[in-house]
């Protein structure tokens, strides 16, 4: 059976502002009008600041790649997310953000990936494992998956570890309880006026914290006894800034650790599920899959991942048909100029993977999976800028090359074993808070090869 992939209905026509706050706080995508998909550049206006989203090759490059500081992450972005990630990377701008990053890049260069490779093989195989015949909503296992991969290669530790499930459930009822957006995302606010964030969301975010505080400090106690294990933790909490010599204290860690698990496991959880869902319903791409996967796990090697290639191509196609960041967020440092257009400073410019991964003028048949369209020689000579799962320029992602080795790999590790298939009348919507979802989860039928 096969399907097109499912694409969220787009609002009709005009909306007033409060309309789309409350559709937006809702689902991200659905709250988008259908022109956005073709558009080059669009703006939106409120009372308290204005927004453009950009979806030219240009001018995404110019905001992302060639003047970076120019536009920084915006700030009504992170009011939403700071009871977690405090001061992590994933927030921060300027010299802090150029710091965090010099410490942490050096984690995730290529020759790293070799030694973690163990680990994501470990927790692709128990991810198999634990899975069972019949209807399973395969989010929840894929988030469970993805959890134990940033576990056993952060502080070696299974996700059945007491600390790791701890976080690991904490984190799932702090999605529950946290929007994306608050008000503050919304409406200008004084630094010192409360964020009104719930008293769940408050509560979650210093659970995680503490939890992962108490990781960190083991840690350090163990980097300055000689035991510490060799993995990403290690790597980070000993590497110093090249240009300060100083190392993360402890306390910057956890924010540390709080953005690589939402970020590493998040995203990865929900490409997995999604790919899994795209399989099952396109039967000869599964088929393919799983023939690579069968061969790679009789003799699973890191130098092996290079051989599932039409796995790839799958993964790479299901992240640009549901890029697990939907938009991004930059802020106007100074007045600027797009398509004629004055922006002025202080202005919200909205990068959206989403839109651009759709968008007609760039792709063919835009709307359907077609894992071959990887191997086009025009596609390989489309602008980067149209391609966008893991960001570009200096705010690339630092674990995109993780995450395409953590992703073809845990597909074969779950295919090579397991055949899914839709269940009918059960298909899922997608919908955006953090990352792309399902609005009801992804419901697979299961059955052994």
Same mark, same amino acid.
């Given at each position: 059976?096969?399907?097109?992939?499912?694409?969220?209905?787009?609002?009709?026509?005009?909306?007033?502002?409060?309309?789309?706050?409350?559709?937006?706080?809702?689902?991200?995508?659905?709250?988008?009008?259908?022109?956005?998909?073709?558009?080059?550049?669009?703006?939106?206006?409120?009372?308290?600041?204005?927004?453009?989203?950009?979806?030219?090759?240009?001018?995404?490059?110019?905001?992302?790649?060639?003047?970076?500081?120019?536009?920084?992450?915006?700030?009504?972005?992170?009011?939403?997310?700071?009871?977690?990630?405090?001061?992590?990377?994933?927030?921060?701008?300027?010299?802090?953000?150029?710091?965090?990053?010099?410490?942490?890049?050096?984690?995730?260069?290529?020759?790293?990936?070799?030694?973690?490779?163990?680990?994501?093989?470990?927790?692709?195989? +128990?991810? $198999?494992?634990? %899975?069972?015949?019949?209807?399973?909503?395969? #989010? /929840?296992?894929?988030?469970? !998956? =993805?959890?134990? @991969?940033?576990?056993?290669?952060?502080?070696?530790?299974?996700?059945?570890?007491?600390?790791?499930?701890?976080?690991?459930?904490?984190?799932?009822?702090?999605?529950?309880?946290?929007?994306?957006?608050?008000?503050?995302?919304?409406?200008?606010?004084?630094?010192?006026?409360?964020?009104?964030?719930?008293?769940?969301?408050?509560?979650?975010?210093?659970?995680?914290?503490?939890?992962?505080?108490?990781?960190?400090?083991?840690?350090?106690?163990?980097?300055?006894?000689?035991?510490?294990?060799?993995?990403?933790?290690?790597?980070?909490?000993?590497?110093?800034?090249?240009?300060?010599?100083?190392?993360?204290?402890?306390?910057?860690?956890?924010?540390?650790?709080?953005?690589?698990?939402?970020?590493?496991?998040?995203?990865?959880?929900? +490409?997995? $599920?999604?790919? %899994?869902?795209?399989?099952?319903?396109?039967? #000869? /791409?599964?088929?393919?899959? !799983? =023939?690579?996967? @069968?061969?790679?796990?009789?003799?699973?090697?890191?130098?092996?991942?290079?051989?599932?290639?039409?796995?790839?191509?799958?993964?790479?196609?299901?992240?640009?048909?549901?890029?697990?960041?939907?938009?991004?967020?930059?802020?106007?440092?100074?007045?600027?100029?797009?398509?004629?257009?004055?922006?002025?400073?202080?202005?919200?410019?909205?990068?959206?993977?989403?839109?651009?991964?759709?968008?007609?003028?760039?792709?063919?048949?835009?709307?359907?999976?077609?894992?071959?369209?990887?191997?086009?020689?025009?596609?390989?000579?489309?602008?980067?800028?149209?391609?966008?799962?893991?960001?570009?320029?200096?705010?690339?992602?630092?674990?995109?090359?993780?995450?395409?080795?953590?992703?073809?790999?845990?597909?074969?590790?779950?295919?090579?074993?397991?055949?899914?298939?839709?269940?009918?009348?059960?298909?899922?919507?997608?919908?955006?808070?953090?990352?792309?979802?399902?609005?009801?989860?992804?419901?697979?039928?299961?059955?052994?090869?």
């Amino acid at each position: 059976m096969t399907r097109e992939p499912p694409k969220p209905r787009s609002r009709a026509g005009r909306v007033s502002l409060w309309r789309y706050l409350r559709l937006f706080r809702a689902d991200i995508l659905s709250a988008q009008p259908e022109r956005l998909y073709g558009a080059r550049m669009a703006e939106f206006r409120t009372p308290f600041f204005r927004s453009y989203l950009v979806n030219e090759p240009d001018l995404i490059r110019d905001v992302l790649s060639a003047r970076p500081l120019d536009f920084p992450k915006s700030e009504r972005i992170g009011e939403g997310l700071r009871p977690l990630l405090g001061r992590s990377v994933f927030l921060t701008n300027g010299a802090v953000w150029q710091r965090q990053r010099r410490i942490i890049d050096p984690a995730f260069e290529g020759g790293r990936l070799r030694d973690t490779f163990p680990a994501m093989l470990a927790a692709g195989r +128990a991810a $198999a494992d634990r %899975l069972h015949p019949g209807v399973v909503e395969v #989010e /929840a296992a894929t988030s469970h !998956a =993805a959890a134990d @991969v940033i576990f056993r290669t952060l502080f070696s530790l299974p996700i059945e570890d007491e600390t790791a499930s701890r976080v690991f459930a904490r984190f799932r009822a702090h999605q529950r309880a946290q929007p994306i957006l608050n008000l503050a995302a919304f409406v200008p606010l004084p630094r010192w006026m409360p964020r009104f964030h719930s008293r769940r969301t408050r509560r979650t975010a210093r659970d995680i914290r503490g939890l992962i505080a108490g990781l960190a400090e083991d840690r350090q106690r163990r980097i300055a006894a000689g035991t510490a294990p060799d993995d990403l933790a290690t790597k980070i909490m000993t590497t110093r800034d090249p240009e300060t010599g100083e190392t993360f204290s402890t306390a910057e860690m956890v924010d540390q650790v709080a953005i690589f698990f939402l970020a590493g496991h998040e995203t990865s959880a929900s +490409a997995l $599920a999604w790919a %899994l869902y795209l399989v099952a319903t396109h039967p #000869e /791409a599964q088929d393919r899959v !799983a =023939a690579e996967a @069968v061969a790679f796990m009789a003799d699973p090697r890191f130098s092996g991942l290079s051989e599932l290639r039409f796995t790839r191509d799958v993964f790479r196609e299901t992240l640009r048909l549901y890029p697990p960041v939907p938009m991004m967020v930059r802020e106007t440092m100074q007045p600027e100029r797009f398509r004629n257009r004055e922006v002025p400073r202080g202005a919200q410019v909205v990068v959206s993977p989403w839109h651009m991964h759709r968008n007609p003028r760039v792709w063919t048949r835009p709307d359907a999976f077609d894992p071959e369209r990887w191997r086009d020689p025009e596609l390989k000579a489309c602008p980067r800028e149209t391609y966008l799962p893991f960001s570009q320029g200096a705010r690339v992602c630092p674990g995109a090359g993780f995450a395409m080795a953590e992703g073809p790999l845990l597909l074969a590790c779950l295919l090579s074993r397991w055949h899914v298939a839709p269940v009918e009348g059960q298909v899922p919507v997608p919908v955006a808070h953090l990352t792309v979802r399902a609005r009801d989860g992804i419901r697979l039928r299961l059955s052994p090869r």
